[in-house]
């Protein structure tokens, strides 16, 4: 997926009254303009990602310096439009990272469990991350995550850190990778 990521809570004017979908509430305005919430492509991440089931994804960035907070919130806020529960987590520093393991290793036990379910389903969380080249620890986080994302700025990832960020998180944890203008 390419594009650039809206700044975080704001979306991207819809071009045409007929692509808003049907019941949104009227505060999805901005300027007078309706606005999309997330922008098409991460609708289309959404969806994609959806063809396997999660409960917690991690978003990596591929180099130091990058950050996945404003894709965390661009795909929760498709979720909320779909009416999914879903939250973002961002391990602030070192000593976030092992409740932030322990939360998303307790919503995955919920799924795994056997025997009778809640009639609602638990949240999702995206947690966003700070590379793990600069910051390994968050590899605990990545550990415990259902799903893992790489974001790679085109033009700003540098290939080195990038095969050591997969390195590090492994290959067959990756789902996919996100290029962001």
């Not at 700044?7 to 305005?29: N, T, Y």
């Not at 999914?84 to 799924?111: K, M, N, Q, R």
């Not at 991350?129 to 085109?154: F, K, N, R, T, Y």
Request: with cysteine; hydrophobic share 45%.
């Amino acid at each position: 997926m390419r594009g650039k990521p809206p700044a975080e809570g704001i979306g991207q004017p819809v071009p045409h009254e007929s692509l808003v979908v049907a019941g949104r509430e009227p505060d999805l305005h901005e300027g007078g303009n309706r606005v999309d919430p997330a922008g098409r492509e991460y609708q289309e991440l959404w969806f994609a990602l959806a063809r396997v089931p999660w409960r917690s994804l991690a978003l990596v960035p591929g180099d130091s310096g990058a950050s996945a907070k404003d894709i965390a919130a661009s795909l929760a806020s498709v979720g909320r439009v779909l009416h999914e529960s879903v939250s973002t987590l961002v391990p602030g520093d070192i000593l976030d990272y092992v409740p932030a393991a322990e939360l998303l290793l307790s919503i995955g036990a919920t799924t795994k469990a056997t025997g009778p379910r809640a009639v609602k389903p638990p949240e999702k969380i995206i947690a966003a991350l700070p590379s793990v080249v600069s910051d390994p620890l968050g590899l605990q986080v990545v550990a415990a995550a259902d799903m893992v994302v790489i974001c790679v700025e085109i033009g700003r990832t540098r290939i080195s850190s990038l095969r050591r960020t997969i390195e590090l998180v492994g290959r067959e944890r990756i789902a996919g990778c996100v290029l962001i203008d």
